[in-house]
């Protein structure tokens, strides 16, 4: 009976132990709301009803004024070159012919020497080696002699090395040859360049008209928009001829035709706009434009090819040419009084010196 009593008695202290900490929380919230002021009690409701319309009006605001912020200070930098339209020059008569010239051997030459002096090919002992005898083996089919067995007064055809080419035409069609990258958003809208052609920073196969039913493929990288109809001045380098363990083989093939073929663009003009940012032609690899302190291109005469390039040709329009280009000081490749100029003859199908100089 006495236990009973005790446990009650304890029972009823824990009760009234945990009212009184109830009632002290109570209190001192209470006692915390009192002591905030009233007025902050009526703002704070204020505050959240200003506050809500506000977040919503800012950020749909922020949506529109972004965007046009970001794409005043882009046209304010001012926008990339364009390439003005010009009417269309007139296409050439008669297309670059790939082709050869001879030469008669005289006491003491060898297929080096005769290379180095005449064609200016001061890598021919490196591109052409006894060690790599595959290379003298091309060499051979290519001049139609034996290197070994050069004797006075055989006649040797000597191809130009790694030649380019010069010529104008219409882009009919524009192929980009790397994904289209995503823009962040916001999306700045520049319709003058959505409108000026296709992007070719990175790179751009072009379908180019060099004549009523003559077509080349082009790969071009530059800054300018390219679009189809625009007109393009190039020197390009010329397909060589595969030969089988001979990946830098100097020689275009010669029964080639342009039509269909594959080149590879520098020194590049959209319409009226020079790319100055360009690849130059000696970046075309494989290439020795600067050891042999320039190359060999071939071209026709007259305004819808070489006369953009202002060369000073003695010749008529419409005559297909072979001439040597010099490196200048900054390495771009310029006509020279003196360099020699030969002329492609119809009837023996060889280049023949134009004229003495």
């Not at 009976?1 to 109570?26: H, P, T």
């Not at 529109?64 to 005043?72: I, K």
């Not at 920073?201 to 077509?215: D, F, I, K, N, Y």
């Amino acid at each position: 009976m006495a236990l009973a009593i005790l446990v009650e008695i304890g029972g009823e202290a824990k009760m009234n132990r945990r009212k009184q900490r109830w009632s002290k929380r109570i209190e001192n919230v209470r006692w915390y709301i009192r002591s905030i002021p009233w007025q902050l009690l009526i703002l704070i409701p204020i505050l959240l009803a200003l506050a809500i319309p506000t977040f919503y009006f800012g950020t749909h605001a922020g949506q529109r004024v972004l965007p046009a912020v970001t794409n005043y200070f882009y046209n304010l930098s001012g926008p990339p070159p364009t390439a003005t339209p010009t009417p269309l020059p007139p296409f050439p008569s008669m297309l670059p012919q790939v082709g050869s010239l001879l030469y008669t051997v005289q006491e003491g030459d060898s297929c080096d020497e005769v290379l180095t002096f005449q064609m200016r090919m001061s890598d021919a002992g490196t591109i052409f080696s006894d060690v790599k005898p595959n290379t003298i083996k091309a060499l051979d089919a290519s001049i139609g002699r034996d290197c070994h067995s050069l004797q006075p007064g055989m006649v040797l055809t000597l191809s130009p090395q790694y030649p380019l080419i010069a010529f104008g035409g219409q882009v009919l069609k524009v192929d980009t040859t790397s994904p289209q990258q995503v823009l962040p958003t916001p999306v700045i809208n520049v319709a003058n360049q959505q409108q000026s052609g296709t992007d070719c920073s990175a790179g751009c196969q072009l379908t180019v008209r060099l004549a009523p039913g003559v077509q080349v493929h082009l790969s071009v990288q530059t800054t300018l928009p390219v679009k189809v109809g625009s007109w393009v001045w190039s020197q390009a380098q010329l397909a060589r001829m595969n030969v089988k363990s001979f990946a830098s083989y100097p020689y275009a093939d010669p029964l080639a035709t342009l039509d269909g073929m594959s080149l590879r663009a520098c020194d590049l003009q959209v319409d009226n706009t020079h790319d100055n940012n360009s690849l130059s032609c000696n970046q075309l690899q494989p290439n020795t434009i600067d050891d042999d302190g320039g190359a060999w291109l071939f071209g026709v005469t007259g305004p819808g090819s070489l006369d953009h390039w202002g060369y000073s040709l003695h010749l008529p329009a419409g005559t297909r040419v072979l001439l040597w280009l010099t490196t200048n000081t900054n390495g771009d490749l310029k006509f020279e009084q003196g360099n020699p100029v030969f002329r492609y003859d119809e009837a023996t199908h060889v280049y023949v010196r134009a004229y003495k100089v």
